[in-house]
């Protein structure tokens, strides 16, 4: 599987939009990008996922380029309860394994 | 739908003793994994089974680590004899099933520490 690479951390304001950047250069064709998140003593929460197209649930939105070198996670509204890490992962699908990488530390600040 | 659970939620033990957690999966996940997650790290795979057979256990410290998946369905993992560095946050997670583009589902977890 592709490796990622995340800022370490980031803060944002309540109620602004945060955006999280993920670089994944060698992403192959039939890899995806997933987003998780682990809230401070919980496993970790499945966000969304994406292969080729933006995607947008109610949670967040994905936008991946066009050469899927590298994406963004949307939270449109960041709430305290988003300050999490967030974890961006590049896997064939769901069912292979997950490799996690150190994450992204999100503070959102009133 | 019930979530994956995970037991105990706490464990502490000496060092050289042994160990062992449980994990019921999300019902009808074919694929189920073990993590393990030392502090301000992200969850490292120990092991993924494919119903009750292992797909991947490259890093699994098989001399002290042992990991079975009953029929199927419920896992445990063993540590037998513990080290200090043990001391980490077990994760159990379960999805549909290799090549189903689906996300994974975690437990809370088992805290462990090694004293």
């Known amino acids: 599987d592709a490796k990622t690479t995340q800022p370490p951390s980031m803060d944002c304001a309540e109620g602004r939009a945060a955006n999280l950047p993920c670089n994944h250069s060698t992403i192959s064709g039939n890899e995806y990008v997933y987003w998780y998140r682990q809230i401070h003593s919980q496993g970790p929460q499945y966000i969304i996922h994406?292969?080729?197209n933006n995607e947008t649930n109610e949670m967040a939105s994905l936008i991946i380029t066009e050469d899927r070198k590298s994406s963004t996670l949307i939270l449109p509204h960041a709430t305290l309860r988003d300050t999490a890490v967030y974890y961006c992962?590049?896997?064939?699908?769901?069912?292979?394994?997950?490799?996690f990488g150190g994450g992204t530390r999100v503070l959102v600040k009133p | 739908e019930a979530g994956v659970a995970q037991s105990p939620r706490y464990k502490i033990i000496e060092k050289r003793q042994s160990v062992a957690f449980w994990c019921n999966p999300i019902?009808?996940?074919?694929?189920l994994y073990w993590y393990q997650q030392i502090l301000g790290q992200g969850p490292k795979l120990l092991i993924q089974f494919q119903n009750n057979g292992v797909v991947d256990d490259s890093q699994l410290p098989k001399d002290r680590f042992s990991a079975e998946r009953l029929k199927g369905v419920d896992s445990t993992l063993k540590i037998q004899p513990a080290k200090l560095e043990d001391s980490a946050v077990y994760l159990c997670?379960?999805?549909?099933?290799?090549?189903?583009?689906?996300?994974?589902?975690f437990g809370q977890g088992t805290r462990l520490t090694v004293v």
């Open positions: 997670a379960s999805s549909l099933g290799a090549g189903r583009d689906t996300e994974a589902f």
């Open positions: 992962i590049v896997s064939r699908a769901a069912g292979n394994k997950l490799t």
């Open positions: 019902s009808g996940h074919a694929t």
């Open positions: 994406g292969l080729k």
